[in-house]
C-alpha cells in the first residue's frame, strides 16, 4: 500500500515554463516533506523541503507548497531549464520514518 | 570531498551466491540506510540504523542483513541472493537521525540470474 503517490509518471514542459509536480500522501502523522532529484547513474540529491507548520518554501526558482488538508504538495520549478530534466522523487517524513513516491520524469524542451 | 561510497556500481550475479554491497561515508554522520529502486515503486528502505551497533528493519528486509561496526561503514549482505533481488540500490547517511536531507551515493545495480 503505497502511502506517498506521485501519479505523474512523466512531465514534459517547454524551456522558461513553469513546471509544477505533484505528489499525495495517505498519513496525516507525517511532519515534514522533501524533494529530491535524479539524474541518470547517479544518486537523489536533496532539492527542498518543507515542514508542517509551513504552507510554502522558496529557494531560488524552486517553490514548495503544502495542503496539510489535501495531504498534497507540489513542487514549482520557473523558470524550467534544459538541466532540470530529471526524475523527481517527493519523500514524507514522521518519526524515522520515511517515504518516498515513484518519483515523475521531468524533460525541459529547449 | 564529502560522499557516500559504494561498491560495487554493478554486479551480475548467480542465485544463492552471496555477495555484499559496501558502503562508506566520511561526514561523520550517524545515520545510514539502504533503499532499492524498482520502477514504480520509488525507493523503499531496506535497513537503517542510527548509530553503531544500532539496526532496524524497514520496509523490505527480507533477504538482506546489514551491520554496523563502525560510524563510516554499513555494508548490506545478500546470503543467498534471489532474481527478485535484481534491483538499483542505494546508501545514504544523515547527520540527523531519520530527518531531514539524506546524501546517498551514486547507487549499485544488482542482477541476480
Known amino acids: 500500500d503505497q502511502q506517498v503517490k506521485q501519479n505523474s509518471p512523466s512531465l514534459s514542459v517547454q524551456e522558461g515554463r513553469i513546471s509544477i509536480l505533484n505528489c499525495d500522501y495517505t498519513?496525516?502523522?507525517?511532519?515534514?516533506f522533501l524533494w529530491y532529484k535524479k539524474y541518470p547513474a547517479e544518486g537523489p540529491t536533496f532539492l527542498i523541503s518543507?515542514?508542517?507548520?509551513?504552507d510554502k518554501n522558496e529557494d531560488g526558482r524552486f517553490t514548495v507548497f503544502l495542503n496539510k488538508s489535501a495531504k498534497h504538495l507540489s513542487l514549482h520549478i520557473v523558470p524550467s531549464q534544459p538541466g532540470d530534466s530529471a526524475v523527481y522523487f517527493c519523500?514524507?517524513?514522521?518519526?524515522?520514518?520515511?517515504?518516498f513516491g515513484a518519483g515523475t520524469r521531468l524533460t525541459v524542451k529547449p | 570531498e564529502a560522499q557516500v561510497t559504494q561498491n560495487p556500481r554493478y554486479l551480475i550475479t548467480v542465485t544463492g551466491k552471496k555477495l555484499t554491497v559496501t558502503c562508506s561515508q566520511n561526514?561523520?554522520?550517524?545515520?545510514m540506510s539502504w533503499y532499492r529502486q524498482d520502477p514504480g515503486l520509488g525507493l523503499r528502505q531496506i535497513y537503517y540504523?542510527?548509530?553503531?551497533?544500532?539496526?532496524d528493519k524497514g520496509d523490505v528486509p527480507e533477504g538482506y542483513k546489514v551491520s554496523r561496526k563502525e560510524k563510516r561503514n554499513f555494508p548490506l549482505i545478500l546470503e543467498s541472493p534471489s532474481p527478485n533481488q535484481t534491483s538499483l540500490y542505494f546508501c545514504?547517511?544523515?547527520?540527523?537521525?531519520?530527518?531531514?536531507?539524506?546524501?546517498f551515493g551514486e547507487g549499485s545495480r544488482l542482477t541476480v540470474l
Open positions: 561526514m561523520n554522520h550517524e545515520y
Open positions: 540504523s542510527m548509530n553503531v551497533e544500532v539496526t
Open positions: 518543507i515542514s508542517s507548520i509551513k
Open positions: 498519513n496525516s502523522m507525517f511532519d515534514y
Open positions: 545514504a547517511s544523515s547527520p540527523f537521525q531519520g530527518v531531514g536531507e539524506l546524501f
Open positions: 519523500a514524507v517524513y514522521n518519526n524515522n520514518d520515511m517515504r
